[in-house]
């Protein structure tokens, strides 16, 4: 298997696609604003508790409180609240945790008034960003996670991945790990720890104690509701949680984000540093790999295969709902049952890769095509184990029903990606009401005239739909020339699959889309 990362930035926002095979199997957005990614730890401020859910609501500078259940306060939760304490009050001078002795873990059935009070300041950390109207989910038993190991400040516990099914591969991992861990810091070790030397996981160590300093010297002078330690980059923290040895290539069309790959990568596996290259060509990064394309025929409502079948996605409040339809895909030389296992298989596989590629969580039920056999339910059910076991988040998936549905829960943590494939009529914009199509290129020239002479810009790039592209720049003596001339500036013309017939933008020289 190949996998390439393909990296479009902009002063916005950056999109992140993973291909697998040349296949588009994740879509991340990262806008620049995005204060409150999951992993961020907030020094917060205790607005409210409500007894009821056993639960309390938390101040960390978003508009709306975060909610911290009970359960999510974590064993140690007293012995953070005494550090930060001791912390703030200048009494604990050094990050390291080896003079410190931890306070006794909370009862697992207790009440949350009887350990936070309202106006207290506590250590916190981010585990599922703001999603439709609802505020952080938070949890104050914190971790900070590296390419190896994650550390957990309190906890004194090494534990490993259950996918290391080698006993001796498991012990010899827990006595490196327990030989330099520092006292009062529990590990859990990753699954890509699996046989790394003693030297990659020390410096992976150092690594994470660097991290746990900077938010100690953060916390001495942190007043409540602010941020103390920040998560990596999207970009970054996708590189450490799934780079591999299969990882082909990775293109950004941003040199800084480039830079950004090649020194985590010079830093975490140094062997990898030449796959991050620069992408320059004329059309845009996402168009150039066919990922544009993708993207289009991936999301919306229906998804079909080259086979004929197809999936229909619904979303409601509670969960999302997939059926699975046969459409015209049916082998005469096959009974019905064939056809029926054949297209569920097909299906299996495409569900998995739109629930990574959509990050839908939650609860997903899947009507398959009803399976009368027994061993036929059974195979279905393996293969979409199989097909879901490269997925990061954390899933169930239940055996088909009598009624042919396999319910699937999967961990949320961030917005699910929806990307709109449907467009506006091109020629009403919704509306029902045309303009005269032939103004269409005078609308295109006075604003154009506006950028370059009211707003002195000295060249323009108008991107639009590949036939108007072509429709302006036919012949010698092109409309795109004659505007050349008129202005006595640069004027380029450049096409998009991703819009749609008369959609256009303007773009200055450094590539940046000028708003009018």
């Given at each position: ?447 154009m005239r506006f950028i370059l002479q009211e707003q002195n810009e000295q060249m323009v790039t108008i991107s639009v739909h590949p036939y108007v592209e072509a429709y302006l720049t036919k012949g010698i003596f092109s409309i795109r020339w004659k505007w050349q001339r008129k202005y006595k500036k640069k004027v380029k013309v450049e096409s998009s699959n991703a ?18």
């Amino acid at each position: 298997m190949n996998y390439d990362l393909v990296i479009s930035s902009s002063s916005s926002e950056a999109v992140i696609a993973l291909l697998k095979d040349k296949q588009l199997v994740e879509l991340h957005k990262q806008r620049s604003s995005n204060n409150f990614s999951v992993g961020d730890i907030y020094l917060g401020k205790v607005k409210k508790i409500m007894p009821g859910l056993n639960a309390a609501f938390v101040n960390i500078g978003y508009e709306k409180d975060a909610f911290l259940h009970y359960l999510d306060l974590g064993p140690q939760m007293n012995s953070f609240v005494k550090f930060t304490q001791q912390v703030q009050s200048g009494k604990q001078n050094s990050s390291r945790l080896d003079y410190v002795r931890p306070e006794k873990d909370i009862n697992k059935g207790g009440k949350i008034d009887d350990i936070v009070k309202s106006g207290q300041q506590i250590l916190v950390q981010v585990a599922k960003e703001p999603i439709s109207t609802k505020g952080p989910r938070i949890t104050s038993e914190i971790s900070i996670a590296g390419r190896y190991i994650v550390l957990l400040p309190f906890n004194d516990k090494v534990s490993v991945s259950q996918k290391i099914k080698s006993s001796e591969e498991r012990d010899r991992l827990k006595k490196i790990i327990s030989d330099i861990k520092p006292k009062n810091f529990g590990v859990i070790i990753r699954t890509v720890a699996e046989h790394k030397k003693t030297e990659e996981l020390d410096a992976d160590m150092k690594d994470l104690m660097v991290k746990w300093n900077t938010c100690f010297e953060q916390l001495k002078k942190a007043n409540a509701p602010q941020r103390v330690l920040g998560e990596l980059d999207r970009t970054s923290a996708l590189l450490r949680d799934i780079l591999n040895p299969d990882f082909n290539n990775i293109y950004t069309d941003d040199p800084k984000v480039l830079e950004e790959v090649k020194n985590y990568l010079h830093a975490k596996a140094p062997e990898k540093e030449n796959i991050a290259k620069l992408y320059s060509g004329k059309s845009s990064i996402f168009e150039h790999f066919g990922i544009e394309k993708q993207i289009k025929a991936s999301f919306g409502k229906t998804v079909t295969f080259k086979s004929g079948a197809y999936l229909v996605i619904e979303h409601t409040e509670a969960l999302h709902v997939i059926d699975v339809n046969s459409g015209h895909r049916a082998k005469s030389d096959n009974d019905q049952e064939t056809n029926a296992l054949d297209c569920n298989l097909e299906a299996a596989k495409e569900i998995a890769r739109q629930l990574r590629l959509r990050d839908m969580g939650g609860i997903i039920v899947v009507d398959f095509i009803d399976l009368h056999k027994a061993d036929n339910r059974k195979l279905l059910f393996e293969k979409m184990r199989d097909e879901m076991k490269d997925d990061k988040a954390k899933h169930n998936i239940l055996p088909p029903t009598k009624f042919g549905l396999v319910q699937i829960t999967r961990q949320r943590v961030r917005p699910e990606m929806n990307i709109e494939t449907v467009e506006k009529c091109p020629a009403c914009g919704g509306t029902g009401e045309v303009a005269a199509t032939v103004l269409f290129t005078d609308e295109i020239e006075n604003n154009m005239r506006f950028i370059l002479q009211e707003q002195n810009e000295q060249m323009v790039t108008i991107s639009v739909h590949p036939y108007v592209e072509a429709y302006l720049t036919k012949g010698i003596f092109s409309i795109r020339w004659k505007w050349q001339r008129k202005y006595k500036k640069k004027v380029k013309v450049e096409s998009s699959n991703a819009y749609h017939f008369l959609e256009y933008h303007f773009l200055n020289a450094n590539g940046e889309e000028i708003k009018l």
